[in-house]
């Protein structure tokens, strides 16, 4: 790999720092929802997905099946999917170094990379290597800072801990809510979810909330 441009670098590192800082969040929300340290890592590690993780731990945390908290967090992951799609002409990576990238294929690396076209390709490169380790390594620090502050503390409901996980959802959504159509679909989707938890199995409502979204998604491209 050619010598790191000081931008890319610069742009890696500060998306790198900021994001995995986050993680301090999910370990916290993860043992506020009756997982241990081990477990929140174990999540953070091989899973490697904000969205998808804090599914898991809000299904199985509000009582739901593990079958519920992986379709969930499968529906979370399907835009990993296509960031590799759009990434692979660009990497041109095989074999083991292959698996390795679609480990680290998430938002900030896909970014980063498509933000430095203007610098080249090995640039785009080296955006999306620096950002992804970047990313997973304070990632997983931080979840297991967050995760054994949330347990020296004692009960994590006692110090609201439990509210970590809407809370963190809601950081996720918010900035992402750019049009008009966005916004009517994240209040459907919540008035959705808030009509049918009484009645549906932990879960269930949130996969509800993953399928409206798609199915819009797939009326706008027609």
């Not at 498509?114 to 992804?132: C, D, H, K, P």
């Not at 809601?170 to 009517?184: F, N, V």
Request: glycine residues 12%; contains cysteine.
């Amino acid at each position: 790999m050619s010598r790191v441009s000081s931008p890319t670098f610069r742009d890696s590192l500060s998306v790198s720092f900021t994001v995995g800082a986050y993680g301090v969040a999910f370990g916290a929300a993860a043992v506020a929802n009756g997982f241990s340290v081990l477990q929140s890592c174990l999540l953070s590690l091989l899973t490697f997905s904000g969205a998808s993780q804090f599914a898991v731990i809000g299904v199985i945390g509000a009582g739901g099946s593990a079958i519920s908290a992986i379709a969930t967090a499968s529906l979370l992951g399907i835009r990993n999917g296509l960031y590799g799609v759009l990434m692979t002409p660009i990497l041109r990576v095989r074999g083991i170094k292959r698996l390795v990238a679609a480990h680290v294929t998430i938002d900030e690396s896909t970014g980063v990379s498509l933000s430095q076209e203007s610098r080249g390709v090995e640039a785009m490169r080296q955006g999306f290597w620096l950002t992804g380790f970047g990313v997973f390594i304070f990632w997983n620090l931080f979840t297991l800072a967050g995760a054994l502050g949330a347990k020296a503390m004692g009960d994590p409901s006692a110090w609201g801990l439990d509210a970590a996980v809407p809370a963190a959802f809601l950081g996720l959504l918010w900035p992402r809510l750019k049009s008009s159509t966005d916004k009517l679909l994240a209040i459907i989707a919540a008035i959705f979810a808030v009509a049918t938890t009484p009645f549906l199995p932990a879960g269930l409502p949130i996969i509800g909330t993953a399928v409206i979204a798609i199915i819009a998604g797939l009326r706008n491209v027609k």
